[in-house]
């Protein structure tokens, strides 16, 4: 029974990577498969297998995730707050679960595959709503595409992953599967400029760069890239007066969108992070932070004193938004000591390892992505950022050696 009990094992990890992209239409169907792993663990874990782990790194996460409980418990707000807290402790759950697993190719396949079904789903819904609608444009795309599979910030975080994991697969030497890796990065990279997901094209232009610093002749590549972000950055000095607006502003109010889960733009994380900054300001218990749910209700207040426009208000309001920014929320909700213990390990991972390029992508993209995103707040942003965990915590004999190319 054990040796059948292992042999599923890995493809209900990989099934689980699979149906997350359809966690709005499934949200049970994750949270069954993760049972099943944590039924399945037990049985067919070994001592040796525990060993994989980065002691160092989990234990700092472990007293991250710790102080969390225990400052939620002191204060008082333990029962509130634990609706939060229990998806922080997914990520951890993943690495635990994959211990077991022998190697990082099965789930970076299951990631890739995972992009192209959501990439597919959604231009199959698009064109349904193409012969529903007389109006279409790639505006009308861009409107819709939150309302096709999950949040817009969501399919660009995993197409960002696709990305680096398909680059990460291409070998120097010729191997038939290169060509698909390559493939799925063209595939990704023009899905992510039609969808306009800002997020992520910044990150991978940002993975872009650091490639540059890794590798043979990297004088020369670094030289060349600063040129080109030079010239850039130049003449797009230009142009960015007249175009900013129209960039970062929506062509209508949010209110007027009428699909479920939209992400907002740069103006409208504006007016969060405002409101976000007066809560700083105005809270007396920023060592031990104000509890994740009262952070949540301050917003909401702020919305409705701070939002001028009485249909945009409302939409802050119905939809509760958050800090859209990881570590004000940590900050906010957990105090002081929170950010530090989270910027801290961030930092430490880094200097674990920046030697590897992809491993410090993934990295990058997780620190980046929580700028702009309170990925703990959500179950599939949880599910992601478990992978990068798993990368980075996880020492695999599989795992490939440092670019050298």
Known sequence: ???????????????????????????????????????????????????????????????????????????????????????IMIPLGIVFLYVPITDFKKVNKAIIFSSFIAIVYSLIKFLILV???????????????????????????????????????????????????????????????????????????????????????????????????????????FKLPNNIENTFKPQKDISEVTYTGSTIPLSYRSLIWDCALKITKDSNTNFFGIGFRETSDRLVNCYENEIEDLNTKQNFINKRFNTHNQYFDFYISSGLISIILFVGILIYLFFKKHKDYYSTSLLLTMILFGLVENYFHRQVGAYYIGFVLVILLINNKNVAKNIEC
Do not use: W
């Open 131 to 237: 012969n529903q609608n007389t109006d279409v444009s790639i505006n009308f795309f861009q409107e819709t595409v939150d309302a096709l599979l999950i949040d817009r910030i969501y399919v660009g975080l995993l197409c960002v992953l696709s990305v680096i994991i398909s680059y990460k697969s291409i070998t120097k030497q010729f191997h038939p599967d290169n060509k698909y890796y390559l493939i799925s990065m063209v595939l990704n990279v023009t899905y992510l400029l039609l969808i306009m997901s800002k997020t992520a094209i910044v990150i991978l232009l940002f993975v872009a760069v650091l490639r540059q610093f890794y590798g043979k002749d990297k004088k020369i590549r670094l030289g060349a890239t600063a040129i080109i972000l030079a010239f850039l950055a130049i003449t797009s000095y």
């Open 1 to 87: 029974m054990r040796i059948i009990l292992a042999a599923i094992y890995p493809y209900v990890f990989i099934l689980l990577y699979l149906v997350i992209p359809f966690d709005e239409y499934v949200r049970i169907l994750p949270n069954i498969l993760m049972l099943i792993l944590i039924v399945i663990f037990p049985i067919i874990i070994n001592k040796k297998d525990l060993k994989k782990i980065a002691k160092v790194s989990m234990f700092l996460l472990l007293l991250f995730l710790i102080y969390l409980l225990t400052n939620s418990f002191v204060q008082g707000r333990l029962e509130v707050d634990f609706v939060y807290l229990k998806t």
